[in-house]
């Protein structure tokens, strides 16, 4: 158990639908990334938020948007789905930003109908 | 985009051998990761090994980095049936300390009893 959480584990919705996927990174972590885990692009980085300031994107989709809160946790929120959205979803918290271990949460697994 | 790319992509041996997995990346590093994934679940931080460290050790997993060749090699000892898992490479760039993480595509190791 790497200490970082996310709800739901799954989640099945239909296409043009919005969702929100949610993490609670390790206690004392301040940084936060989230990464696409999908069979043809393997695993991808998103976005990381670093103490509840946007800190750097990565191949995340206009709509696709993130936040972290006061409390550290984190939303990643998913709009206008489409068949190609189906993927795992991956959080990851870490001390500080970059250059140290990142520890994964179990995923959210998304299917878009 | 891919940075880190694995080999062999896949790899079975009998159990109590010993899997070595090769990893080849593209630009300087900061530092280069393993990490663990068992069928579909959340990743499993291995080993962290930084780009001025040759080799490092922990239990049964042996890590070694040539930043002259950009390449990392992961050797598991005395493999067992519970070390069957997909195997990442994940790499931290130099001047992207805010990024996230760039992963391979993995290699799939099979122990087989």
């Known amino acids: 158990d790497s200490g970082v959480t996310q709800t739901p584990k799954h989640l099945i919705t239909a296409t043009g639908q919005r969702v929100t996927l949610r993490c609670s990174p390790r206690?004392?972590?301040?940084?936060v990334y989230w990464y696409q885990q999908s069979l043809d692009q393997g695993l991808q980085f998103l976005i990381q938020?670093?103490?509840?300031?946007?800190?750097a994107k990565g191949n995340i989709l206009e709509r696709f948007s993130a936040q972290q809160f006061p409390d550290l946790h984190s939303e990643l929120n998913l709009s206008s789905l489409e068949l190609g959205d189906s993927a795992l979803y991956f959080c990851?918290?870490?001390?500080?930003?970059?250059?140290?271990?990142?520890?994964f949460g179990p995923g959210t697994r998304l299917t878009v109908l | 985009s891919q940075q880190g790319e694995e080999d062999p992509q896949a790899l079975s041996i009998q159990e109590g051998e010993n899997a070595t997995m090769n990893c080849s990346y593209k630009?300087?590093?900061?530092?280069l990761q393993w990490y663990r994934q068992n069928s579909g679940r959340g990743l499993v931080h291995l080993i962290l090994i930084r780009s001025n460290e040759r080799e490092k050790h922990s239990g049964r997993l042996r890590v070694t980095l040539d930043t002259s060749k950009k390449s990392s090699s992961l050797l598991i000892t005395a493999s067992r049936a519970a070390d069957t898992a997909s195997y990442f490479c994940a790499t931290d760039a130099i001047g992207g300390g805010a990024d996230g993480l760039t992963f391979g595509k993995g290699t799939h190791l099979i122990i087989q009893p």
């Open positions: 206690s004392g972590d301040l940084s």
């Open positions: 938020y670093y103490n509840g300031e946007e800190r």
């Open positions: 990851a918290s870490s001390q500080t930003s970059g250059y140290n271990e990142q520890f």
């Open positions: 630009t300087s590093i900061n530092n």
